[in-house]
């Protein structure tokens, strides 16, 4: 088996774990039963949303990938910890 090959199979393998790791969270999302199980599966969603664009840059050989996952991680914790202080106190900014 070629080293090319074997990454190949690697990153398909890590998508399908993704996909299924994010459909997880969604279900936690849905179907609750707090807000803070369904805050702890929206940061779950985003960190894998956010690696599935890294397996996908590193598939394409892509650079964008990068930058949105790059995104996607800087807007998932700041909305966390909005989500998180909005549990905790009721507001967001004081």
């Known amino acids: 088996m070629t080293a090319s090959a074997f990454l190949a199979i690697a990153l398909l393998t890590g998508q399908v774990l993704l996909a299924l790791a994010m459909a997880c969270a969604v279900f936690r999302m849905i179907r609750g039963p707090r807000a803070q199980d369904r805050v702890v599966g929206l940061d779950t969603l985003y960190v894998n ?24 991680a800087l807007l998932g914790f700041v909305g966390t910890v909005a989500l998180a202080k909005f549990l905790m106190r009721g507001e967001v900014i004081e």
């Open 49 to 72: 949303a956010m690696l599935m664009l890294v397996t996908f840059g590193i598939r394409t050989g892509s650079a964008l990938y990068f930058e949105v996952a790059l995104a996607i």
